[in-house]
């Protein structure tokens, strides 16, 4: 039984990886996309990963704090603060380059990797928390609390999936602009969604050796989320031009997502 949730975990971010593969697999039949569509694809990605993170995960949080001896926001705020932090260190540390940017702009520590190599980690460092979500989403499930059921991590699951499939096609087709071949652009693009599953593996398998800190845990994931929308994926949207565009894709992502968790 103990073994279920992260068998489960494994085979749903297994699921999300899919959908990135499939987003990256554009490139294979374009080489490009206009940029209008990506903006609104892209917007629509962070309002997915807003509404999960508010309806999947810090509500939960809250709702659990109930039955501990510290106030019912304590826990959400403290995990929002150290996922949060957490990714910023990463970002601090892991050498990455954002799509789009100059080379001066060059993030983490000081390395010699190919410019191509720093692309995809950008995008797979900011996979992680997705993975962590879904697992952890998982293991709070495993819990028996009715905050958390299996039907909402399914939910959080697909609502990642549907998210991932613009982030798929971010990596792939700047890299065929970057003068990558197809197949190696496809190929890195998959490869970015590949650390999602390790990521949801250990959410569950870490929640599950500590529920009493389940709340923290729920928070803490929501925290990494929210740092990769503010930080990554509404800049990226709005780098093009098309701000309205982006917004109304925000709002339909989030949409999306808050009647898939409502109706789990």
């Known amino acids: 039984m103990g073994e279920a949730p992260v068998w489960q ?7 999300t990886w899919a959908a990135t593969a499939v987003g990256a697999a554009t490139v294979l039949l374009t080489g490009s996309v206009p940029r209008k569509f990506l903006d609104g694809m892209l917007g629509f990605a962070a309002g997915v990963m807003l509404s999960a993170s508010f309806w999947s995960l810090l509500v939960p949080a809250v709702e659990m704090a109930g039955q501990l001896a510290v106030p019912r926001w304590f826990p959400a705020a403290v995990g929002l603060a150290a996922g949060s932090l957490f990714l910023r260190l990463a970002d601090a540390l892991f050498p990455h380059l954002h799509a789009g940017l100059a080379e001066n ?10 410019r191509t190599t720093l692309l995809v980690l950008a995008v797979t460092l900011h996979n992680v928390p997705e993975g962590l979500a879904v697992g952890v989403a998982f293991g709070a499930a495993a819990a028996g609390l009715p905050e958390a059921t299996r039907e909402g991590a399914v939910a959080l699951a697909l609502g990642v999936a549907l998210q991932n499939f ?3 096609m971010a990596v792939s087709l700047p890299l065929r602009r970057e003068g990558v071949s197809k197949g190696r652009s496809f190929w ?7 650390v999602e599953p390790v990521a949801g593996v250990l959410g569950a398998t870490a929640t599950l050796a500590a529920n009493a800190l389940l709340p923290y845990v729920l928070g803490f994931a929501a ?3 929210v740092f990769v929308v503010i930080e990554e994926l509404i ?6 031009g098309h701000v309205d565009v982006a917004t109304m894709g925000a709002m339909v992502g989030f949409i999306v997502m808050m009647i898939l968790d409502l109706l789990a």
């Open 105 to 114: 702009h060059r993030e983490g520590l000081r390395t010699s990797w190919q």
């Open 223 to 225: 925290g990494a989320m």
């Open 9 to 15: 975990a494994l085979l749903a971010t297994l699921g």
């Open 188 to 194: 890195y693009g998959q490869l970015s969604g590949l």
């Open 166 to 168: 613009p982030e798929g």
């Open 235 to 240: 800049p990226s949207s709005q780098e093009g």
